[in-house]
């Protein structure tokens, strides 16, 4: 019995790690998803919360204004959430003949000024972005040029992360790379399930209303727009740059992602049902599993330890597992070889997974008001 347990617990945790993104990449490969792109300049609508101090605003609208793309099919939309007084007088000098500055006093969270300005978008295509990560130049031609096909409801661009200094980096961009290329393979097969919330697109007429509260707007959205019908893509060639944050900045953001993960549940505990969304099964794949891969390599330890009692080959899965475990925690002290950073990396991602349902247990109401991350794939 207890090797049929530890057997189930690697066998899912291999499927979460390797098997669905190979079965990802051999669906890309051999049932490929229709791949029409064309050259399209439809009205744009560029919409960006911000919340805190509204001077990297300026840099950030500059960089939107300076996009190749027609001037007069592009405007920005700007909220500003929890910002008044001498704050929301210097935002609203920002406003111009193509900017819009929305100021909001109380902090209301990204979803509900996401909601609000929405409401004021008439333009075809609505831009979502964030406002640490700089766009590059050509990003929304490329992103457009995926969207143009009619049945594909939005678009997420690209997040190049460049080398930061911080202890771990390496681990958390060699996982980084492993998502994009999930990701990849996700969109050339069918559809993402989530966008890159610092550069994405949507079509308005597929949009839904977006409710006030959420933590993930950028996985929320697109699943909204799935379940309409419509596909979710992704253009790698479509570029914005942030910098590649130490271990314990990316802990931060992880736990959020994956509290808002929990928090998608919450409100909807029928996505669990994998037929119930389009998407369904790919959420288990890329999302579900990941919250419960912690309790599973828990699991897997306690019935390995048992199983070493009884000596023999069954002692080889526990002691196999301590010397995974104590190579991460070498790779957390000396940071500085890969494989290390690697096991490393690994099991603070799990760790995060583990405490996630905690941190939305916690404030259910709040949660969408923690401080923000730099950044977010979903």
Not at 80 to 89: I, K, N, S, T
Not at 190 to 208: I, K
Not at 349 to 376: G, I, V
């Amino acid at each position: 019995m207890l090797i049929i347990l530890l057997a189930s617990c690697a066998a899912l945790l291999a499927f979460t790690y390797a098997g669905y993104p190979l079965l990802m990449a051999l669906r890309a490969h051999f049932a490929p998803a229709p791949a029409v792109q064309a050259d399209w300049l439809p009205p744009v609508t560029a919409v960006l919360v911000a919340q805190g101090p509204p001077q990297p605003l300026a840099a950030k609208i500059a960089n939107l204004l300076a996009l190749d793309y027609p001037p007069d099919r592009l405007r920005v939309l700007v909220a500003c959430d929890g910002c008044d007084g001498a704050d929301a007088a210097l935002a609203l000098d920002l406003a111009g003949p193509r900017v819009a500055v929305r100021c909001f006093a109380a902090r209301r969270g990204k979803s509900a000024c996401l909601g609000d300005l929405l409401r004021e978008v008439d333009d075809e295509v609505v831009l979502f972005c964030d406002l640490r990560q700089r766009i590059a130049a050509d990003a929304l031609r490329r992103l457009l040029r995926r969207l143009a096909a009619p049945d594909v409801g939005a678009v997420s661009g690209e997040l190049v992360l460049e080398r930061g200094t911080g202890a771990g980096a390496g681990g958390v961009d060699a996982y980084w790379r492993y998502e994009k290329w999930i990701r990849r393979n996700e969109s050339a097969s069918g559809s993402v399930p989530g966008v890159t919330g610092a550069l994405y697109v949507a079509r308005r007429a597929w949009l839904p209303t977006v409710p006030a509260g959420l933590i993930l707007d950028d996985v929320w959205i697109p699943l909204q727009i799935a379940a309409r019908g419509a596909r979710i893509g992704f253009a790698d060639d479509a570029l914005a740059w942030d910098t590649l944050a130490g271990a314990d900045h990316e802990d931060r953001r992880k736990r959020r992602t994956l509290a808002g993960n929990v928090q998608l549940l919450a409100l909807d505990p029928g996505l669990l049902l994998p037929w119930r969304h389009p998407l369904g099964w790919r959420l288990w794949g890329h999302k579900w599993l990941r919250l419960a891969a912690p309790w599973l390599l828990l699991l897997a330890f306690v019935v390995s330890a048992a199983l070493a009692t009884q000596g023999g080959l069954r002692a080889w899965p526990f002691a196999a597992q301590c010397t995974f475990y104590a190579a991460a925690a070498l790779g957390a002290l000396r940071p500085h070889g890969r494989l290390l950073r690697l096991a490393t990396t690994f099991v603070r991602l799990n760790l995060c997974a583990a405490r996630a349902p905690f941190d939305f247990a916690r404030d259910p109401q709040r949660a969408h008001l923690w401080p923000a991350a730099s950044r977010r794939p979903s």
